[in-house]
């Protein structure tokens, strides 16, 4: 049983598209998470929520926008794709609300962007 | 804003040799550490974590850190590597609550037997 689960695995598009990354986690945390790694491997943090509240929005360009429809759930759309969006995207989540800290983050496979 | 330094970018070692990764974090107040890995392929996997107590953490697969506050450092080690640790490891720091985990760029390790 996958805890942490990522929909699509490999995503390859052209510039300008639009899509969605699709995130489920089934262990019942309050908290989810999108992180992008780049072609270093240097992970950072997008986007937090906390049932289903934006918590954490860090310095992103509008394109993208989070959306969680419940707690289990936090999916991330692209608008107008671009070639510096090509990444891997991870989804984590994490047990507890976001102000207790000293949270285990649980990650998902990530999803393999490349935009042409 | 908290930042995390990971001085080792490759490190290539035979297998049952000793590893030790240095781990250096900036911020002032309170934090929670961790090490996390990253096999190929695969998602990242937490491998330890310090958030208070006993400054020497051990975590699976047989690896350890140890924080030291005067050092801002949180160092991972393990006494002899094998093949199958070839694989990316972060540092990560989270400070102030929230939950936002400050992640170093990695050190990819590669073991050789």
């Known amino acids: 049983d996958t805890a942490v689960s990522q929909t699509p695995k490999y995503l390859v598009t052209q510039m300008g598209n639009d899509k969605s990354i699709k995130c489920e986690q089934n262990?019942?945390?309050?908290?989810m998470y999108w992180y992008k790694q780049d072609s270093k491997k240097f992970l950072k943090i997008m986007f937090s929520?906390?049932?289903?509240?934006?918590?954490i929005n860090e310095t992103v360009p509008n394109r993208f926008s989070p959306k969680s429809p419940d707690k289990a759930h936090l999916n991330l759309h692209i608008n107008s794709l671009e070639l510096g969006d090509s990444a891997v995207y991870f989804c984590?989540?994490?047990?507890?609300?976001?102000?207790?800290?000293?949270?285990?983050?649980?990650f998902g496979p990530g999803t393999r962007l490349t935009v042409t | 804003a908290q930042s995390v330094s990971q001085h080792n970018h490759h490190v290539i070692l035979s297998e049952a040799a000793s590893l030790e990764l240095g781990c250096n974090y900036s911020y002032g107040g309170t934090v929670n550490l961790f090490w996390y890995v990253q096999y190929p392929g695969q998602h990242l996997q937490l491998l330890l974590k310090?958030?208070?107590?006993?400054?020497l953490v051990k975590g699976i697969k047989g690896f350890e850190a140890e924080f030291i506050k005067s050092k801002f450092s949180f160092n991972l080690r393990k006494p002899s590597v094998q093949w199958s640790d070839t694989a990316e490891y972060f540092c990560a720091v989270e400070g102030g609550g929230g939950n936002k985990l400050t992640f170093g760029t990695g050190t990819q390790l590669k073991v050789e037997l």
């Open positions: 984590a989540s994490s047990p507890r609300g976001y102000s207790r800290g000293r949270d285990e983050q649980y």
């Open positions: 310090y958030f208070s107590g006993d400054p």
């Open positions: 262990l019942g945390h309050d908290t």
């Open positions: 929520y906390n049932n289903k509240e934006l918590i």
